[in-house]
């Protein structure tokens, strides 16, 4: 005879697969993504509007007449994304909805990764039921559902959770392997390093920071060699940038989103400032970001796996607070990791705060406020300073939490 269901529990690791997987799929079914035919150009339609796919799409097309990022012409992006793109390109056969369909679910599935490492590292260092609902909470929280179908952040989020997973074993060779992988689809997870120098013994630490360095550099030298012309000016491309959405570019003047030149065939065009020129620079910045670091560095009391993650998502949210930049996506790197390190009710409000005023910031404000050359009209200035000043205030209440909790000793 056939036993009866298992009655729903937290911590059935299959219902909650089962939830997660179902619900982006069904939207990504109800809101098919497309391109259609509009005023002799195309207009996109689906659960992707908003997001990049078609911005990537459309590089990928150069394909079609025997074009290839770095070695014909300039991608702001390290070769992962690139290869990616371009690998579900080819399989999509050059149609967008299949395209953005498979990418889709092939970000889904780090997504999942990202659940279940999470809602794992949650049970190790709370136990159940806590670490069965942090995942819960996660699998529900609407940020990063709605960015999966936008941009490729989910694959940073994965290779952050991951390296930091290795870190608490630790695993010093995987670490740095994980953190290589993250810093060649983008450079944030090298900041992690730090983690590893704080944390780790010496030997330990140094065995992270070589392999994710020499990793990091093959990878990025194999450009290099691939494209003499345009693999310089692609790598370099997003430090090039003039500020955006963030107290910074408010400073600045600069009311616009961080886009580059639609001339991918002019090296010149990677490095061309859209906006104007930083009032404090970058060197400034680094000085001010970094000090702050450096003391929560040296007074961290706290060695165990939680103060690892909440040391490793502080240096997350330093490194964003002195970027020149800032995009909604980004959000999604953080929410796993302040969910993890601050595993209560004053977490969930951060990250409910933290995306509301980004949403608010993108899409909300710039895509109804933009004029034809894509800077925010003057009226509506106010609420979009307003909105960055509160996000950017988020981030900094959530690092001084952070900071507190490494300021106290673990208990054995």
């Keep these: 005879m056939k036993e009866p269901s298992s009655p729903l529990s937290l911590t059935d690791t299959r219902l909650l697969l089962y939830l997660f997987v179902g619900l982006r799929l069904l939207i990504l079914i109800a809101h098919q993504p497309n391109l259609i035919p509009f005023n002799g150009g195309t207009l996109e339609r689906g659960i992707t509007v908003y997001g990049d796919f078609a911005y990537h799409f459309g590089i990928a097309e150069y394909a079609r007449i025997g074009l290839l990022p770095y070695r014909d012409f300039w991608y702001e992006y390290p070769p992962l994304i690139p290869i990616l793109s371009g690998g579900v390109y080819a399989l999509s056969g050059g149609n967008f909805t299949a395209y953005a369909n498979l990418l889709a679910v092939i970000f889904l599935l780090f997504d999942v990764g990202s659940l279940m490492l999470l809602r794992g590292m949650g049970r190790s260092l709370y136990g159940s039921p806590q670490g069965d609902l942090i995942g819960w909470v996660y699998a529900f929280m609407p940020a990063p559902l709605i960015l999966g179908f936008w941009n490729f952040e989910s694959v940073v989020t994965f290779w952050v959770l991951l390296s930091l997973r290795f870190l608490i074993a630790p695993k010093a060779m995987l670490a740095g392997g994980v953190i290589a992988l993250g810093a060649l689809t983008k450079f944030l997870p090298l900041a992690l390093i730090a983690s590893a120098w704080r944390f780790l013994p010496r030997l330990g630490a140094f065995r992270v920071t070589v392999i994710s360095l020499v990793f990091t550099a093959l990878g990025l030298s194999a450009v290099l060699w691939f494209a003499p012309r345009y693999g310089g000016v692609s790598l370099t491309a997003q430090f090039n940038k003039a500020s955006f959405q963030t ?72 490194v964003y607070l002195w970027s020149s930049g800032w995009s909604t996506q980004w959000q999604a790197t953080l929410i796993p990791l302040i969910l993890l390190a601050l595993p209560d009710r004053n977490g969930v409000m951060l990250v409910l705060a933290l995306s509301a005023f980004s949403f608010v910031e993108y899409p909300l404000i710039f895509v109804r406020g933009v004029d034809t050359a894509g800077v925010l009209q003057p009226a509506f200035v106010p609420l979009f300073s307003l909105a960055v000043v509160a996000r950017t205030g988020v981030l900094v209440i959530t690092a001084l939490l952070l900071y507190l909790s490494l300021r106290t000793e673990a208990h054995p």
């Design 247 to 318: 107290v910074w570019a408010l400073i600045d003047g600069n009311y616009i989103t961080g886009t580059f030149s639609n001339d991918r065939f002019d090296p010149a065009q990677a490095s061309a400032l859209r906006g104007n020129p930083a009032v404090i620079p970058a060197w400034l910045r680094l000085i001010i970001v970094g000090g702050v670091g450096g003391l929560i560095y040296l007074t961290t009391r706290r060695r165990d796996g939680r103060g690892l993650i909440a040391f490793g998502t502080v240096t997350l949210i330093l």
